[in-house]
DNA sequence: GTCCGACCGTA
DNA sequence: TTACGGTCGGACG
């Protein structure tokens, strides 16, 4: 080795152990062995040596070679026996991987460097140096810390992952000292993860500061009593001598009696077969293409290199005996999965399509069996930050927390849990109170870290932008983490992604969803805190039975991620994901935590109301009926109504008892019966009283004085949101009576509220889907729909039409969206099967269209068994093909309807997610608090109002752009006032 | 105590 | 004739 030549050195066990951790998993395709970390070596060292034969790069290998660590029982332990010893073992898939990459290593035709007693940081150290003495540049393949007190002008060191080279500057970047003075900062910062003791209470910034000062460590401990921190001052002194053993510890040993001398690291010619033969046993399909390239060798032609997996010395922990856990093909561990999606993801792993991949990975899961017992129970800070850093290592992490309330804006935290892989899953208990105790519940339990600990530790991890976080239904967590003043991203939801998968093929909970994929039925929460009276609050679980119950939950849900995240891919629904469903997560979240404003006074002064006009009802109900029964009771009622007093029944329900429908009621009512009216009435009253004024004050928020609902974003089948606790989607508009609730929706003083609504958006999707000219023209033109229908349909001029004629057009109109029968339309209406059928055929007569997208729509949901709406979001309907014709006929019906509603619901969706972006833009303060599927209510500053009313219509008649130019324009009428009622 | 059907409020 | 959630009564255990 002379001058001008350069070596390379790359620190292999380090890698293996980075790459392991920051790469995706990777199995084997054939056989699921664990290959992942090979896989980034193999990449790596191809680089690594293509760059080496392209000379417009400055700094190209002349030698190269690859040390490992042989094992731990080096001449540390002597000095100190701690040294490494807590050390855990290494994850079962990686075991294997320790001799693949030494075959690996030959397999590029590179020297494989290690040696009995000596870490591979040693043999580093003595290659570098004897290296430098020659002359020659070195560039260490690594990012240890350990290894930067060997950097000079001569050699530096290149971290793989991050592309970046590490010189002198860097260092002192990085740790605020020069390479030289590495070791003495070590030595008094100490490490945690190979057991350097160091001295407490010193740090990377401390101790550069104090080197800083006093030059160099034996100084330091010289003149510790110079120091003015008291606490500071005692450590050192007393810590000194475990400073000194550190620094033996930190040093590398540049003297290492090495077997192999540097001349032997001549880079040698490519052995084209020898390195493909590898590759192909790996499977490493894009990697054999390359080198095929590369060395002008016909990949065919090579035969796989048989494979030896061998027993590795390389210990990484005290009490490991590798030997004896030798992995064998086809017994690799086979919870290993290639990450899709993860910020960290790889470009790919050369599986063939996106749905062989999804295939792959289910068989992996499934073959992953659940071990309650192998949960850990995390109970100091230590370990939660172990824990920590490997979630941040990964870059993917699923967590669930458990609380004493499903109210996400009341809940306290009692305890968290986090899973890194499948099987591998934590608990962190944090509020668990113990179950007897005084009259305030019993105390905290022991060895909790305290609340406050344990979020300021999450954090950093919980909003780093690398690491993805993952749990089951995310909007609660985050409304949860909110409150403790976490922003959590960036995120995935298992619960939305299968609903986007999956929409009408049942329920998307968790227990479902584990039982349907995992085939495996997890503790019930039933089971831990009890029913009905007996029942206790999370926090009165034993630690012991919450691990067991939240960490499975926690791994459950990192392996439904594994398992469905690649299916959207291959279905092609990552853009309804990721643009419908992910980003709505944060704009619902926080529309649930602003709440609304309810007027007590007012529900209350209405319940008053309500009462006494419901008991006046009651008494003349008692005297029509003759007798006192139970108003309430349809069952009773129909007994009075068609049994005692005879009326002429109508229907009966399918229990067998009368019909007492509102529609049958007032149809009595009509024939000049008093008692069905009074029925009626009543009904409404009390309905209006028991649902809305009695109910909405108990949702009333004490801490915020506000009406917090809840929006479920998975379920329904069409993509529309629910709202529930309390049900804001179905506040009384229809009667003037029910109305009178909305005045009870109030701003704020100084405030307004908007409301924004779409007109008539389902027909004109449905103008737009069906293609309907007359439809499209109608809405380009402005004029009213239902009115220009009857005229289509009956031959009435617009102009002074007969209200009945506008109103029956009118129902036809929604009948088409809701899949029109004739039974249906005829019920609606109140006419004749035989008349309403022949409405039906005059209707699909002038707009043929529509009767073509009714055929075409249900073809398609036969052929697939789902429907699509304009965006691509999918509604499933299993019992299209059902041999029951009432089952398929629903079927059909809502089949027809889906694509229509659910197209709807995604342009407001759209909408909802551009709308804070186009406020903040504008300047404007206002504040989206609810959604009623087709309007947006929200509150804001008086003086805002005229700013903010343009602003809101834009996005939401823009809302279905650029993806989709509708051939209808959207309208959307807009209105502020002091209450609901009036901006309405 | 839990579940289901009837009924009815919304879009 | 589509999509929901809440309240009540009544039957079940």
Same mark, same amino acid.
């Given at each position: 080795?002379?001058?001008?030549?350069?070596?390379?050195?790359?620190?292999?066990?380090?890698?293996?152990?980075?790459?392991?951790?920051?790469?995706?998993?990777?199995?084997?395709?054939?056989?699921?062995?664990?290959?992942?970390?090979?896989?980034?070596?193999?990449?790596?060292?191809?680089?690594?040596?293509?760059?080496?034969?392209?000379?417009?790069?400055?700094?190209?290998?002349?030698?190269?070679?690859?040390?490992?660590?042989?094992?731990?029982?080096?001449?540390? @332990?002597?000095?100190?026996?701690?040294? @490494?010893?807590?050390?855990?073992? &290494?994850?079962?898939?990686?075991?294997?991987?320790?001799? %693949?990459?030494?075959?690996?290593?030959?397999?590029?035709?590179?020297?494989?460097?290690?040696?009995?007693?000596?870490?591979?940081?040693?043999?580093?150290?003595?290659?570098?140096?004897?290296?430098?003495?020659?002359? !020659?540049?070195?560039?260490?393949?690594?990012?240890?810390?350990? %290894?930067?007190?060997?950097?000079?002008?001569?050699?530096?060191?290149?971290?793989?992952?991050?592309?970046?080279?590490?010189?002198?500057?860097?260092?002192?970047?990085?740790?605020?000292?020069?390479?030289?003075?590495?070791?003495?900062?070590?030595?008094?910062?100490?490490?945690?993860?190979?057991?350097?003791?160091?001295?407490?209470?010193?740090? &990377?910034?401390?101790?550069?500061?104090?080197?800083?000062?006093?030059?160099?460590?034996?100084?330091?401990?010289?003149?510790?009593? +110079?120091?003015?921190?008291?606490?500071?001052?005692?450590?050192?002194?007393?810590?000194?001598?475990?400073?000194?053993?550190?620094?033996?510890?930190?040093?590398?040993?540049?003297?290492?009696?090495?077997?192999?001398?540097?001349?032997?690291?001549?880079?040698? &010619?490519?052995?084209?077969?020898?390195?493909?033969?590898?590759?192909?046993?790996?499977?490493?399909?894009?990697?054999?293409?390359?080198?095929?390239?590369?060395?002008?060798?016909?990949?065919?032609?090579?035969?796989?290199?048989?494979?030896?997996?061998?027993?590795?010395?390389?210990?990484?922990?005290?009490?490991?005996?590798?030997?004896?856990?030798?992995?064998?093909?086809?017994?690799?561990?086979?919870?290993?999965?290639?990450?899709?999606?993860?910020?960290?993801?790889?470009?790919?792993?050369?599986?063939?399509?996106?749905?062989?991949?999804?295939?792959?990975?289910?068989?992996?899961?499934?073959?992953?069996?659940?071990?309650?017992?192998?949960?850990?129970?995390?109970?100091?800070?230590?370990?939660?930050?172990?824990?920590?850093?490997?979630?941040?290592?990964?870059?993917?992490?699923? *967590?669930?927390?458990?609380?004493?309330?499903?109210?996400?804006?009341?809940?306290?935290?009692?305890?968290?849990?986090?899973?890194?892989?499948?099987?591998?899953?934590?608990?962190?208990?944090?509020?668990? =109170?113990?179950?007897?105790?005084?009259?305030?519940?019993?105390?905290?339990?022991?060895?909790?870290?305290?609340?406050?600990?344990?979020?300021?530790?999450?954090?950093?991890?919980?909003?780093?932008?690398?690491?993805?976080?993952?749990?089951?239904?995310?909007?609660?967590?985050?409304?949860?983490?909110?409150?403790?003043?976490?922003?959590?991203?960036?995120?995935?939801?298992?619960?939305?992604?299968?609903?986007?998968?999956?929409?009408?093929?049942?329920?998307?909970?968790?227990?479902?969803?584990?039982?349907?994929?995992?085939?495996?039925?997890?503790?019930?929460?039933?089971?831990?805190?009890?029913?009905?009276?007996?029942?206790?609050? *999370?926090?009165?679980?034993?630690?012991?039975?919450?691990?067991?119950?939240?960490?499975?939950?926690?791994?459950?849900?990192?392996?439904?991620?594994?398992?469905?995240?690649?299916?959207?891919?291959?279905?092609?629904?990552?853009?309804?994901?990721?643009?419908?469903?992910?980003?709505?997560?944060?704009?619902?979240?926080?529309?649930?935590?602003?709440?609304?404003?309810?007027?007590?006074?007012?529900?209350?002064?209405?319940?008053?109301?309500?009462?006494?006009?419901?008991?006046?009802?009651?008494?003349?109900?008692?005297?029509? #009926?003759?007798?006192?029964?139970?108003?309430?009771?349809?069952?009773?009622?129909?007994?009075?109504?068609?049994? =005692?007093?005879?009326?002429?029944?109508?229907?009966?329900?399918?229990?067998?008892?009368?019909?007492?429908?509102?529609?049958?009621?007032?149809?009595?009512?009509? +024939?000049?019966?008093?008692?069905?009216?009074?029925?009626?009435?009543?009904?409404?009253?009390? =309905?209006?009283?028991?649902?809305?004024?009695?109910?909405?004050?108990?949702?009333?928020?004490?801490?915020?004085?506000?009406?917090?609902?809840?929006?479920?974003?998975?379920?329904?089948?069409?993509?529309?949101?629910?709202?529930?606790?309390?049900?804001?989607?179905?506040?009384?508009?229809?009667?003037? +009576?029910?109305?009178?609730?909305?005045?009870?929706?109030?701003?704020?003083?100084?405030?307004?509220?908007?409301?924004?609504?779409?007109?008539?958006?389902?027909?004109?999707?449905?103008?737009?889907?069906? /293609?309907?000219?007359?439809?499209?023209? #109608?809405?380009?033109?402005?004029?009213?729909?239902?009115?220009?229908?009857?005229? /289509?349909?009956?031959?009435?001029?617009?102009?002074?039409?007969?209200?009945?004629?506008?109103?029956?057009?009118?129902?036809?109109?929604?009948?088409?969206?809701?899949?029109?029968?004739?039974?249906?339309?005829?019920?609606?209406?109140?006419?004749?099967? /035989?008349?309403?059928?022949?409405?039906?055929?005059?209707?699909?007569?002038?707009?043929?269209?529509?009767?073509?997208?009714?055929?075409?729509?249900?073809?398609?949901?036969?052929?697939?068994?789902?429907?699509?709406?304009?965006?691509?979001?999918?509604?499933?309907?299993?019992?299209?093909?059902?041999?029951?014709?009432?089952?398929?006929?629903?079927?059909?019906?809502?089949?027809?309807? !889906?694509?229509?509603?659910?197209?709807?619901?995604?342009?407001?969706?759209?909408?909802?997610?551009?709308?804070?972006?186009?406020?903040?833009?504008?300047?404007?303060?206002?504040?989206?608090?609810?959604?009623?599927?087709? +309007?947006?209510?929200? /509150?804001?500053?008086?003086?805002?109002?005229?700013?903010?009313?343009?602003?809101?219509?834009?996005?939401?008649?823009?809302?279905?752009?650029?993806?989709?130019?509708?051939?209808?324009?959207?309208?959307?009428?807009?209105? !502020?006032?002091?209450?609901?009622?009036? !901006?309405?």
């Amino acid at each position: 080795m002379k001058k001008g030549d350069h070596l390379f050195l790359v620190d292999g066990s380090g890698y293996i152990f980075r790459a392991y951790h920051a790469l995706p998993p990777l199995t084997r395709k054939s056989d699921g062995l664990p290959v992942g970390a090979v896989s980034g070596f193999c990449n790596m060292l191809w680089k690594l040596l293509r760059e080496a034969r392209d000379t417009s790069v400055r700094d190209t290998p002349t030698h190269f070679a690859v040390i490992f660590d042989y094992s731990s029982h080096t001449f540390r @332990k002597q000095i100190y026996p701690e040294y @490494k010893a807590n050390r855990s073992a &290494p994850p079962e898939d990686l075991i294997p991987q320790f001799g %693949l990459i030494r075959q690996a290593t030959k397999a590029f035709n590179l020297p494989c460097i290690e040696k009995e007693g000596f870490e591979a940081d040693d043999l580093i150290a003595t290659y570098a140096r004897m290296a430098e003495e020659a002359g !020659a540049e070195v560039t260490i393949i690594s990012s240890d810390k350990d %290894l930067m007190q060997l950097v000079t002008p001569n050699v530096s060191m290149y971290d793989s992952m991050k592309d970046k080279q590490i010189g002198i500057p860097d260092v002192i970047e990085k740790w605020g000292v020069p390479p030289e003075k590495m070791i003495d900062l070590q030595a008094l910062t100490g490490d945690s993860t190979d057991n350097v003791p160091g001295i407490p209470g010193i740090g &990377p910034k401390t101790a550069a500061q104090l080197l800083e000062e006093f030059g160099d460590l034996d100084q330091l401990l010289a003149r510790a009593g +110079e120091i003015k921190q008291q606490k500071r001052r005692e450590n050192i002194l007393q810590y000194a001598e475990q400073a000194r053993i550190s620094r033996q510890l930190v040093t590398l040993k540049k003297d290492t009696p090495i077997d192999v001398g540097i001349e032997d690291f001549s880079l040698e &010619p490519q052995d084209g077969r020898k390195l493909i033969a590898f590759l192909k046993t790996m499977e490493f399909n894009s990697l054999i293409k390359r080198a095929a390239e590369a060395t002008g060798v016909d990949a065919s032609a090579i035969q796989p290199a048989p494979l030896k997996i061998e027993a590795v010395a390389e210990a990484h922990g005290p009490d490991v005996d590798i030997a004896s856990a030798p992995a064998t093909i086809g017994e690799a561990s086979p919870a290993i999965n290639l990450a899709v999606g993860s910020p960290k993801q790889s470009a790919s792993n050369g599986a063939a399509t996106p749905a062989d991949l999804a295939k792959s990975r289910t068989d992996e899961i499934l073959a992953a069996k659940f071990d309650r017992s192998a949960y850990a129970t995390i109970r100091d800070m230590a370990t939660l930050q172990v824990w920590i850093d490997e979630a941040m290592a990964s870059g993917i992490v699923a *967590f669930d927390t458990e609380t004493n309330s499903a109210d996400p804006m009341q809940a306290e935290v009692v305890g968290l849990s986090l899973a890194t892989r499948p099987g591998r899953a934590a608990y962190i208990p944090i509020n668990h =109170k113990s179950g007897d105790g005084d009259l305030l519940g019993g105390g905290l339990v022991e060895h909790q870290i305290p609340e406050q600990d344990v979020f300021r530790l999450l954090k950093p991890l919980l909003e780093d932008r690398s690491v993805l976080k993952i749990a089951h239904s995310m909007k609660y967590e985050w409304l949860v983490m909110h409150r403790h003043g976490i922003d959590l991203h960036p995120v995935d939801d298992t619960m939305l992604i299968s609903y986007v998968l999956d929409a009408g093929e049942g329920s998307h909970g968790m227990d479902s969803l584990c039982d349907r994929w995992l085939g495996h039925t997890p503790l019930a929460y039933k089971d831990l805190i009890g029913s009905g009276k007996s029942s206790v609050t *999370f926090d009165k679980v034993a630690i012991e039975r919450a691990t067991e119950y939240a960490a499975e939950d926690a791994d459950i849900t990192l392996r439904l991620w594994r398992l469905l995240k690649p299916r959207l891919v291959a279905d092609g629904l990552v853009s309804v994901y990721e643009r419908l469903e992910r980003p709505l997560i944060p704009v619902l979240a926080r529309m649930e935590e602003r709440g609304i404003s309810v007027d007590r006074q007012i529900l209350s002064r209405l319940s008053g109301d309500l009462a006494q006009s419901a008991a006046a009802i009651e008494e003349e109900i008692y005297q029509l #009926a003759g007798e006192k029964i139970n108003i309430g009771s349809p069952k009773q009622m129909g007994d009075i109504l068609f049994g =005692k007093m005879g009326l002429p029944g109508g229907s009966k329900t399918k229990t067998g008892q009368w019909s007492t429908s509102a529609q049958l009621l007032e149809d009595l009512a009509a +024939e000049g019966h008093e008692l069905p009216r009074k029925i009626v009435d009543w009904r409404q009253l009390t =309905k209006l009283k028991s649902t809305y004024t009695d109910a909405l004050p108990g949702y009333i928020n004490p801490r915020t004085k506000r009406v917090h609902t809840s929006y479920a974003m998975a379920a329904t089948s069409t993509g529309r949101l629910s709202s529930s606790e309390p049900n804001l989607q179905n506040i009384p508009v229809r009667t003037s +009576e029910g109305r009178k609730i909305r005045t009870a929706f109030i701003a704020e003083p100084g405030n307004k509220l908007i409301s924004a609504d779409y007109s008539q958006i389902e027909l004109r999707v449905l103008a737009h889907v069906a /293609e309907i000219p007359q439809l499209t023209q #109608a809405f380009a033109d402005g004029i009213d729909i239902h009115a220009m229908t009857a005229s /289509e349909m009956f031959g009435v001029p617009v102009k002074d039409m007969p209200s009945e004629v506008r109103r029956r057009a009118k129902a036809i109109n929604f009948g088409i969206i809701y899949g029109i029968s004739a039974f249906g339309l005829a019920n609606q209406l109140s006419i004749p099967r /035989e008349e309403a059928g022949q409405y039906i055929r005059t209707y699909f007569d002038r707009f043929p269209g529509i009767r073509d997208y009714m055929e075409s729509t249900k073809a398609f949901a036969r052929q697939h068994g789902y429907v699509e709406t304009i965006f691509g979001r999918r509604a499933h309907y299993p019992e299209i093909r059902s041999s029951n014709p009432q089952h398929r006929a629903f079927s059909e019906r809502a089949a027809i309807n !889906a694509p229509i509603q659910g197209s709807a619901a995604d342009i407001i969706r759209r909408a909802m997610v551009r709308m804070e972006p186009a406020l903040n833009e504008a300047k404007l303060s206002a504040r989206m608090l609810l959604q009623v599927h087709d +309007e947006l209510i929200f /509150e804001t500053s008086e003086v805002e109002v005229e700013a903010t009313i343009p602003v809101i219509q834009d996005v939401m008649q823009n809302a279905a752009m650029p993806a989709i130019s509708l051939a209808v324009p959207l309208q959307v009428d807009a209105r !502020a006032a002091n209450n609901w009622e009036e !901006a309405h």
